[in-house]
């Protein structure tokens, strides 16, 4: 019932609907596929912006698995470490960051596992690593790592969000969190990475690659109106005046495509994609 009221609402322009973003959690069998990468979602929180003097109070690393056409296919719990900055707190940090003195007494980073966590993974990505980044290199003397920022690396505001911070981008996709742990702050970048950007290709592709001028265009009609939302979180739009959907994508995903075309959004039936060369 619950379900069905927020569907009508949903068509009612004067309501906006929000849903409770759920952890995400994938598991696959088997072992790595080719092509495959490890990225690391990274979140912090310091007693401020200045490295020599601010120290760190939470860390939280969250590693996930990415296939060779750059869809997140597994996810890894997410570690959190808070850490004693050795003063007490003040009483405007405990109201900006939400971490209380009584958090990190005695805590610290288990500085071994973080590090093996980042120094393994293909990609580092966080929300502010400008800000980020130097905590980390000087805490944990990292190799080079490459470094992927989602506040800075994706223009929100072109793709219609009016904020750009991580409660905006939420509140733009119609989201809501009940807490601001770290392993929430993982996971709503991880969802983030997910989402489809209008010339086709998700978050997570584009700041993998750079756009492809003569990607593959996969071209689906026919599509049953339940099925459209999922066509959108998988990053298919449908341009105005045609009612087929598409998406851009490489040629080594044509065939997982199709199949997952034939198994998610037409119940297992056989139907014809259509796939050419040309620039969504």
């Known amino acids: 019932m619950t379900r069905i009221m927020a569907h009508v609402l949903e068509q009612d322009p004067d309501f906006k609907v929000f849903r409770r973003l759920q952890p995400m959690r994938r598991r696959r069998s088997g ?67 939400g971490i209380t003195q009584l958090d ?11 590090f093996g966590l980042i120094a393994s993974a293909d990609m580092l990505v966080s929300h502010g690593a400008s800000n980020h980044r130097p905590f980390v290199d000087r805490r ?40 601001d742990a770290g392993g929430d702050r993982t996971n709503v970048i991880l969802n983030l990475l997910e989402l489809g950007l209008p010339d086709g290709r998700s978050v997570l592709q584009a700041l ?24 959108r979180e998988r990053g298919y739009r449908r341009p105005s005046g045609r009612r087929t959907w598409i998406r851009s994508i490489s040629a080594a995903c044509v065939e997982d495509e199709r199949a997952w075309l034939m198994r998610r959004v037409y119940g297992g039936t ?9 620039q969504a």
């Open 31 to 97: 072992g790595n596929r080719e092509g495959e990468r490890t990225l690391c979602v990274l979140d912090l929180v310091t007693t401020g912006p200045d490295v020599r003097r601010d120290r760190i109070l939470r860390l939280t690393l969250q590693r996930a698995n990415v296939d060779a056409c750059g869809r997140i296919v597994e996810t890894h719990e997410a570690r959190s470490w808070f850490e004693d900055p050795g003063f007490e707190l003040a009483p405007e940090q405990v109201q900006a960051t």
């Open 104 to 114: 990190v007494a005695g805590r610290t980073i288990s500085d071994g596992e973080a």
């Open 140 to 179: 944990l003397c990292l190799p080079a790592t490459r470094w992927t920022c989602t506040l800075d690396d994706v223009d929100w505001h072109a793709h219609g969000f009016a904020r750009s911070d991580l409660r905006g981008l939420l509140s733009g996709c119609g989201w809501f969190l009940d807490g």
């Open 208 to 231: 993998s690659e750079p756009e492809d001028a003569s990607a593959l265009m996969v071209e689906a009609g026919s599509v049953p109106i339940g099925a459209t939302s999922l066509l």
């Open 270 to 278: 056989r139907h014809l994609v259509a796939v050419r060369a040309e």
